[in-house]
């Protein structure tokens, strides 16, 4: 199926591409962009393409684009008043990231088709991140995996620690959260990958949906929801890895675990880390779930002098120099 075409129309330049980088970067965008700084171009354009999306402009909304067959038209919103009778205002000097998803919820609404993008043949690996022992920089580890994976590949990370912390340590806030994706899941599947577009973060290339506020609502989330979501993300998606911070306050986790293509376990050596380690290991066994122990990579990180300071960094310095040996070497398959 090929994309729709949404068109985006503004007579600055430097913000039109601005934006129209911001919303190709989105792995879940459903439409192929076409860019124009005046109301005739446009107009010619779309004499001889079919436009389902069109994202002008208040300053460059004239007659002329009324008349023309668009199924959607919203209006970049520049003076703070409604304009255009029951079309859909957008506040332009906002991010790029909030703009597209006040665009996708509205087009959602009227979107009745799930598109799909993953080519026959091509597979979505799930690297797996998890540790029954404290305070061991999985989190760190797994970040670090994910920038490093998307400077070559479609990389989306997503985080099920309780207390993630994220939007403190970006400074951002969040709209949404993983939570909500699930919801789509259960009531509005068809939607899914509209809504997707405008929840999906970036950070260093690597994609990443915000995850819970509350532990209680991580609790909430059955395994069986979990496996179907990365299931629906693989077929909607290009992606090629899905990196997953786990942990056990989540439900079916060792069912997740079983359908990672790695697991990476962070340890320690000191009695405690072991004695964790052999309990988890044993409840491995007793619950039938050997073939996970297959999967595992255990590493006992070195001491690192110096750790990055901010997560725009972790592609940076001894912790990144490491972790790229692992990915080169047990994900690529690298060697010498």
């Known amino acids: 199926m090929n994309n729709k075409i949404m068109a985006i129309c503004d007579k600055e330049e430097k913000y039109l591409y601005r934006i129209i980088e911001c919303f190709e970067a989105r792995e879940f965008l459903p439409f192929t962009i076409y860019a124009f700084t005046g109301a005739e171009e446009l107009i010619k354009f779309s004499v001889t393409k079919e436009i389902e999306l069109l994202l002008i402009a208040e300053n460059s909304y004239e007659n002329e684009i009324k008349k023309l067959p668009i199924a959607q038209i919203m209006i970049l919103n520049e003076s703070g008043r409604e304009v255009g009778e029951g079309i859909k205002n957008i506040n332009k000097y906002q991010s790029g990231q909030e703009i597209l998803r006040d665009i996708m919820d509205s087009y959602a609404g009227e979107a009745g088709y799930f598109l799909r993008k993953r080519q026959a043949g091509s597979h979505m690996k799930i690297i797996g ?3 029954p022992v404290r ?7 797994a970040l670090t ?3 490093i994976l998307a400077k070559e590949y479609k990389v989306l ?7 993630s912390g994220l939007s403190y340590l970006m400074n951002r806030d969040f709209n949404v959260d993983i939570t909500d994706v699930i919801y789509l899941l259960n009531c509005e599947k068809e939607k899914l990958t509209y809504r997707l577009a405008g929840m999906v973060q970036s950070i260093n290339g690597m994609d990443f949906i915000p995850p819970v506020v509350s532990y209680k609502d991580l609790c909430s989330v059955t395994g069986e929801q979990w496996l179907h979501l990365f299931q629906e993300i693989e077929r909607a998606s290009a992606y090629d890895y899905l990196v997953l911070d786990l942990s056990e306050q989540m439900h079916g986790l060792f069912d997740i675990l079983r359908q990672c293509f790695r697991v990476y376990t962070i340890t320690r050596e000191d009695s405690f880390a072991a004695a964790k380690m052999k309990q988890y290991e044993a409840m491995l066994r007793m619950t039938d779930y050997q073939d996970v122990a297959s999967k595992i990579r255990k590493w006992n990180l070195p001491v690192f002098h110096r750790l990055p300071c901010g997560l725009e960094q972790l592609t940076h310095g001894e912790l990144a120099g490491y972790v790229r040996k692992i990915v080169e070497e047990d994900i690529y398959g690298k060697t010498g």
Do not use: D, H, I
């Not at 305070?135 to 580890?141: A, E, N």
């Open 135 to 141: 305070r061991c920089l999985q989190t760190t580890f």
């Open 145 to 147: 995996m994910g920038q």
């Open 129 to 131: 991140n998890y540790t």
């Open 157 to 163: 990370y997503l985080n099920f620690e309780s207390y």
